[in-house]
């Protein structure tokens, strides 16, 4: 590897750290964010408000894919992922420095949303044009190994700002950080992004799309080549459901359904839960390195659809074990005190809820919603129309109610005399409120952990490699962001609020897995029979 070559990863990966950095901050700090900037604000503007930070966190990064995408493939690479990390790094620092909504009123939860927009937007550009850069400048047989690199970003910026959150957090002490501590990790970013751009303002243009240009190959329209045109547009489906998509679903529950699971469902405190991931990134890391490499000499596709078929079948034992080692008490609990929901089955909705706004009101769906948030395993019984949806523990009946037409006072009182029912109930029969610290296995969790980063690190490490092979020069950057950007915008990011609405459906805690196996199968097949091969292609003559 020459010393331009060592440049060029350690600007492209150093930026795509910082950019993640940045993205993760704002998702690992929404509950103080949330009061800072939401908390005067009235319900219907709430709603509105969710729904835009919903869209810029996922579903605005295929709309950054194509608009930086576009301008990568007409302009060049250098300049786009430039333009990238600035839009990013600015709204980052500005979200630090933004008065909350006591200083500044309904402005201060606007502005923010537009900075959300702007980070979602910049995302989506930034890991197109940091593959395609890095891969256009690798030898033919080393791309897999060199932009394997790119593919350590996102761990290592989700890591990095656990590291920051964490270590302010234990400085400042909760309260100091709640009331304005939480502004420094948005801060540093300035820092960071000081660094980055002055790193990349010293690279070249990548010498294939040099070479291209020089010859005037460059395509006129890259979305229509790109989109418009069946032969492309069909690679890019494959790209999608033969690639992506089970490699999103994988990505995610390997590390954030992970911890969803040890917080949300098996109630480890925050910050051992965060410890726990972090030495599991620690960790498992390097293999991004080592499959990206490996895959440089037995192809991608053994790789990445390997490891979404492995992944598929050990996700149940897997986090059975998780359970056994983590919480214990709860483990038991499950298997000696069973409970059913006697209920109308019209009443139960799928309570599928991504953005956090949707009320589910019915007896039903309040009994579900409060035994799938404290993790106890029931069994459906069909009740006749017009039944009030009640809830049997062992040998006690305690009866739901309906929140329909209340207002929020009378749902208040309801809900608290409810919810204290039912807790006294279910730790009568053994459900835990929390993990017992000295119950938890440390060392089997993080193996366990770290098994799951290395199923992120199976299909994660080729992929920018087989994205980049894909698509000719002319339009790679546009072809390759938007495939990417569905596949862990919408299927990835989708993954907790699915697998929570399945687990309130149906009873099971493990039920929700069941949308990663599924989709992560469904990648397998189709791109065991549709996927090329393309580790053997030569960039240099891919126009």
Not at 504 to 531: K, M, Q
Request: hydrophobic letters at 50%; aromatic letters at 14%; glycine letters at 10%.
């Amino acid at each position: 590897m020459t010393r331009e070559e060592k440049k060029v990863i350690f600007a492209s990966s150093l930026g795509t750290v910082f950019e993640w950095y940045d993205f993760y901050l704002y998702g690992s700090l929404s509950a103080i964010i949330a009061a800072q900037f939401f908390s005067g604000v009235n319900p219907t503007a709430a709603f509105i408000f969710a729904l835009m930070a919903f869209a810029a966190g996922f579903a605005v990064r295929p709309f950054g894919a194509i608009v930086f995408g576009r301008l990568g493939d007409l302009v060049g690479r250098k300049y786009t992922f430039l333009i990238t990390i600035l839009l990013m790094g600015a709204s980052t620092f500005v979200v630090g420095i933004l008065p909350n909504y006591a200083s500044w009123g309904i402005a201060a939860p606007v502005i923010l949303i537009i900075l959300r927009l702007f980070q979602g937007l910049a995302l989506g550009g930034e890991y197109g044009g940091a593959a395609t850069y890095v891969a256009e400048h690798a030898p033919n047989g080393r791309r897999g190994f060199y932009t394997s690199w790119i593919q350590t970003t996102a761990t290592l910026g989700l890591f990095l700002s656990l590291l920051v959150i964490l270590g302010t957090r234990t400085y400042l002490g909760e309260a100091a950080f709640a009331e304005w501590g939480w502004r420094i990790p948005f801060l540093v970013s300035i820092l960071l992004l000081a660094v980055s751009v002055w790193i990349r303002l010293t690279l070249n243009e990548s010498p294939v799309f040099k070479k291209m240009k020089e010859e005037g190959k460059t395509s006129k329209a890259p979305l229509t080549e790109a989109f418009g045109r069946w032969e492309n547009a069909k690679v890019g489906l494959i790209a999608l459901f033969g690639g992506t998509a089970g490699q999103a679903v994988v990505w995610y529950t390997g590390q954030f359904y992970a911890l969803f699971f040890l917080t949300q469902t098996l109630k480890v405190d925050g910050w051992t839960a965060n410890v726990l991931i972090a030495i599991s990134l620690l960790i498992g890391t390097p293999f991004f390195i080592v499959f990206g490499w490996l895959s440089d000499k037995i192809g991608r596709k053994p790789i990445i659809l390997g490891g979404c078929l492995i992944a598929a079948l050990t996700y149940f034992p897997i986090f059975a074990a998780i359970t056994h080692y983590a919480n214990p008490a709860l483990e038991k609990a499950q298997a000696t005190s069973p409970v059913t929901v006697v209920a109308n089955p019209a009443e139960c909705s799928f309570q599928f809820n991504p953005v956090g706004t949707a009320k589910f009101v019915t007896s039903c769906d309040i009994a579900k919603s409060f035994l799938a948030r404290n993790s106890v395993n029931y069994s459906n019984e069909a009740a006749p129309a017009g039944t009030v949806a009640s809830i049997k523990v062992g040998d006690k009946v305690i009866p739901s109610f309906s929140g329909v037409g209340l207002d929020a006072a009378a749902m208040k009182t309801q809900s608290d005399a409810f919810t204290a029912s039912m807790t006294e109930a279910i730790r009568a029969a053994g459900y835990p409120a929390k993990a017992d610290p000295a119950a938890i296995n440390t060392p089997m969790v993080v193996a366990l952990l770290t098994i799951l980063v290395l199923f992120v690190t199976m299909v994660y490490g080729p992929i920018a490699a087989w994205l980049v092979e894909l698509f000719p020069t002319r339009i790679r950057y546009t072809a390759m962001s938007l495939p990417y950007h569905i596949g862990n915008g919408w299927f990835g990011g989708f993954l907790p609020t699915t697998a929570f609405a399945m687990v309130a459906a149906t009873g099971d805690i493990y039920y929700g897995l069941w949308y990663p196996i599924i989709v992560a199968l469904a990648t397998f097949v189709i791109g065991l029979v549709l996927a090329p091969e393309t580790n053997k292609r030569d960039l240099e003559n891919w126009h």
